[in-house]
C-alpha cells in the first residue's frame, strides 16, 4: 500500500525539509515558490487580517459557472447574475441564455429561464423590489474584413388605417432592379393614421406609419450596395397589403456592423424568482444606463440601436405603476453614461461611460436638469480626456451630495488610462472638481463599492484596455471621504477587468464577480476567456469584531407615518450611526444605484429609532438595506426595509 501522510505531516514536511524541495528548483522558481508560500502564510494571520481584510473563492458547482456581465443584489438578499449569451457569439447563435440566482448566504446557486439575450442590457431597482431590464443584444458585430454581404436599414412603411402588418425575420424586400434583402428581426408597422372629417365622417388624410429594420443582401459581393433611396417590394405579399405596405431603403454598405440592441423589457420578479414581461421600449437600447427617479419611475439613456448606431438622445421613461414607456426629454450620451439623481431631482453626470460614442461628443461633465432640459458644465476635471472605462459614484453619506470619479482611460482600445481620482461638491454655487488621492496606477474597469462605515472599497482593474499586456492590477484599497486618503487593504487572487462587477452584501462583505480579457498573455497571442471565479472580500472590522458585532433584533419592513422604524437590540449604547443602503444593480463599472443615507438615531433601553429623510430626492423610492455600526466601523448584518 502506498504511503499517504497526513495534513499535518506534510506542513511538518515542508518546515523541515522545505530546502530540499527547493534545491531541486533553479534559482527564480525556488525564490518565486518560497514567496508564494510565504505570502500565503502572511495573509492568512489573523493580525494581517485584522488589518487589511481578507478574501475567500465561493465554491460554485460547475453547472451554475457563467460569464457574469450584470449583477444585481435583490431584496430577498439573493443575487442576480445576468450573463444573457456572455459575449459568446456561439451561445448567442443557438439561443442559449444564462441567468443565475445566488443566494451567498446559504451558497446555493438556481437557473433563471433567461427569455431574450439580456449581454449588455441596463437595469435599475423598481419601487416594489422587482428588478427592470430593458435592452440587450440582437446581433453581433461584424468588424472591417468580415462583412461579404451589404447590410442596412430599410424604413417599412404601411399605407393602411384598417390594419398594422406583422412582418417575420426573413420578410424579403426586392428593389425594382431585383435586387433582394432579407429582414433580421422580425417587425410590426402600426395602422396609419386617418384624419376624418368631423361633419362627414370622412378620411381627409392618411399618414402613413412607418418602422426601420435591419436588412441583409441575399447574395454576397458589391452589387447589392446601394447609395440611393428606392422603393421595394415586400414579396409574398398580394392585393391591397402589398400596395400599402413597402420598403424605403437606407443607405446599404460594406461597413463594419456594430452590435444591434433591442426593444424588450421586463421585471425581474425576486419573489416569483422569474422574469416577466412588459411593455418593450420605442427604442432598441444595447449598453444603455437605466436610472431611477425619485417618483420611482425609469430613465433609459442611449445605446446602440437596431443598427448598431449610437442614440442620438431619444431618451425615455418608464412608468412601473403602468408597464409603459414615454418619450423623455433628449440628450445625447456615450453608452453607459454614469447619472446619479441628486438633491432637487437634476442628474449628474460625471463623465463616466463606457463603450461608444465619439471622443468629442457627450463627454463633458455637469447636472442635467429633466425638467428644463440644461446641463451645467462642471469645470476642473483633470484627465479629461480619460473618463471611459472610469468607477464613479455617489460619496457616502448622500446628504454631502458628493461625486467621486476614479481612474479610466482613453476612448476606445486606447492604451492610455490615469492615476488620477477627482471629487466634486454638489452643493456648492458653481461647483468644481478637485484633485482626489491619486490611485497606485493609472487604472481602468475600478470596481468601487460603498462601504456602511461611509468608507469605499475599490479593486482590480486593469491599466491596458481590457486587460491586455497582462495588465490586471491585483490590488485593493480603501477610501476614507473624510480624509481624502487610500488606506491598504488586502490583494484580490483574481485579477478583473472588463465585463466584471462588485456590490455589497447584507452581511458587510464585497463580492467580485466577472473579467473578460482580450487575451490571456503578455504578448497577446492567446485570445482570452471569460473569468468564471467569485471571490469575496471580507473587510478588517468583521476579522477584528465580527464575533461581537451589533446586531438588530426584530422591527418592521417598512417605515411609520413618520418615516421612523424601532429595532430591538442588546446593546444600543455600542450603536453610533445608522446608514440606510440601496442595493446595487452594476455593469461595466456603472453602478447608479448604490447609494448611503445617514439616519437620525435615537437611543431607549433594549431598541434604537432611526429617522429617515422625507427627500425621495435623496431617498428614492424602493427597498434598502440598514445597517447600524459600533465605535470601531464595525457593521450589523443588514435588516431589509421598504421606503414608499
Not at 148 to 160: H, I, Q
Not at 273 to 280: A, L, M, W
Not at 329 to 345: I, W
Not at 374 to 400: C, H, I, M, N
Amino acid at each position: 500500500m502506498a504511503y499517504s501522510p497526513s495534513q499535518k505531516t506534510k506542513k511538518t514536511v515542508f518546515g523541515i525539509g522545505g530546502i530540499v524541495v527547493l534545491l531541486g528548483l533553479n534559482a527564480p522558481a525556488a525564490l518565486d515558490f518560497a514567496g508564494a508560500q510565504y505570502h500565503a502564510y502572511k495573509i492568512a494571520q489573523p493580525s494581517y487580517q485584522a488589518r487589511y481584510g481578507s478574501w475567500t473563492q465561493v465554491d460554485i458547482p460547475e453547472e451554475y459557472r457563467t460569464n457574469a456581465i450584470h449583477a444585481a443584489l435583490l431584496h430577498t438578499g439573493k443575487v442576480l447574475i445576468v450573463a444573457g449569451s456572455g459575449n459568446e457569439q456561439r451561445k448567442f447563435n443557438k439561443g442559449s441564455f444564462d441567468t443565475v440566482l445566488w443566494d451567498p448566504k446559504a451558497n446555493t446557486f438556481k437557473k433563471i429561464d433567461t427569455p431574450d439575450d439580456f449581454f449588455c442590457a441596463g437595469h435599475a431597482q423598481l419601487p416594489d423590489g422587482r428588478l427592470l431590464v430593458a435592452g440587450g443584444t440582437a446581433r453581433y458585430e461584424l468588424l472591417d474584413g468580415e462583412v461579404d454581404r451589404a447590410a442596412g436599414g430599410m424604413r417599412v412603411k404601411n399605407e393602411s388605417p384598417n390594419k398594422a402588418m406583422f412582418l417575420k425575420k426573413g420578410t424579403v424586400f426586392r428593389s425594382p432592379a431585383g435586387v433582394e434583402y432579407v429582414s433580421r428581426f422580425d417587425v410590426t408597422v402600426p395602422k396609419a393614421r386617418a384624419l376624418t372629417d368631423g361633419r362627414t365622417g370622412r378620411t381627409t388624410r392618411v399618414t402613413a406609419s412607418e418602422v426601420r429594420v435591419f436588412v441583409e443582401a441575399v447574395e454576397k459581393g458589391p452589387l447589392s450596395v446601394t447609395e440611393r433611396q428606392a422603393q421595394y417590394e415586400i414579396v409574398g405579399l398580394t392585393g391591397k397589403d402589398a400596395n400599402n405596405t413597402y420598403g424605403l431603403s437606407e443607405r446599404i454598405s460594406f461597413d463594419k456592423q456594430d452590435f444591434q440592441g433591442i426593444r424588450a423589457a421586463y421585471e425581474f420578479d425576486p419573489k416569483a424568482e422569474r422574469y416577466v414581461t412588459v411593455d418593450p421600449m420605442d427604442k432598441a437600447r444595447w449598453y444603455p444606463t437605466l436610472v431611477g427617479l425619485e417618483d420611482g419611475r425609469v430613465l433609459a439613456v442611449s445605446g446602440l440601436d437596431d443598427l448598431g448606431k449610437i442614440d442620438p438622445g431619444d431618451n425615455e421613461i418608464y412608468d412601473p405603476r403602468t408597464k409603459k414607456w414615454s418619450p423623455g426629454p433628449k440628450r445625447y450620451f456615450p453608452t453607459y453614461p454614469a447619472l446619479f439623481l441628486t438633491k432637487g431631482g437634476k442628474l449628474f453626470y460625471p463623465a463616466s461611460n463606457a463603450g461608444y460614442g465619439p471622443a468629442d461628443r457627450g463627454r463633458e461633465p455637469g447636472l442635467w436638469d429633466l425638467k428644463t432640459n440644461t446641463f451645467q458644465y462642471v469645470p476642473g476635471l483633470r484627465d479629461a480626456d480619460e473618463t471611459e472605462t472610469s468607477a464613479s459614484l455617489l460619496l457616502p453619506p448622500a446628504q454631502d451630495q458628493k461625486v467621486m470619479l476614479l481612474g479610466g482611460g482613453g476612448v476606445g482600445e486606447s492604451k492610455k488610462s490615469t492615476q488620477r481620482t477627482a471629487v466634486v461638491d454638489l452643493k456648492k454655487d458653481n461647483p468644481v472638481f478637485e484633485d482626489g488621492p491619486d490611485l497606485p496606477q493609472g487604472t481602468r474597469y475600478l470596481n468601487s463599492v460603498i462601504m456602511p462605515d461611509d468608507t469605499v472599497f475599490t479593486s482590480n482593474g486593469s491599466e491596458d484596455y481590457r486587460g491586455r499586456s497582462a495588465s490586471n492590477i491585483l490590488k485593493a484599497q480603501f477610501y476614507d471621504p473624510k480624509g481624502n486618503v487610500f488606506r491598504e487593504a488586502a490583494a484580490p487572487m483574481v485579477g478583473r477587468n472588463y465585463h466584471s462587477e462588485a456590490l455589497l452584501l447584507p452581511d458587510g462583505r464585497v463580492a467580485t464577480f466577472g473579467s473578460d480579457p482580450l487575451f490571456d498573455d503578455q504578448q497577446n497571442t492567446k485570445l482570452g476567456h471569460f473569468e468564471q471565479r467569485m471571490e469575496i472580500f471580507t473587510p478588517p472590522t468583521l476579522h477584528k469584531n465580527g464575533k461581537n458585532r451589533p446586531a438588530l433584533g426584530g422591527g418592521p419592513r417598512q417605515l411609520d407615518g413618520d418615516r421612523r422604524a424601532t429595532f430591538t437590540t442588546a446593546h444600543p449604547e455600542r450603536i453610533t450611526t445608522a446608514r440606510l443602503m440601496r442595493p446595487s444593480a452594476v455593469t461595466h463599472t456603472t453602478d447608479v444605484e448604490q447609494r448611503s443615507i445617514a439616519l437620525g438615531l435615537t437611543r431607549t433601553g433594549n431598541s434604537v429609532t432611526v429617522d429617515v429623510p422625507n427627500d425621495p430626492t435623496l431617498v428614492p423610492p424602493g427597498w434598502y438595506m440598514l445597517f447600524v455600526t459600533d465605535a470601531q466601523g464595525t457593521p450589523s448584518e443588514a435588516k431589509w426595509i421598504q421606503v414608499e
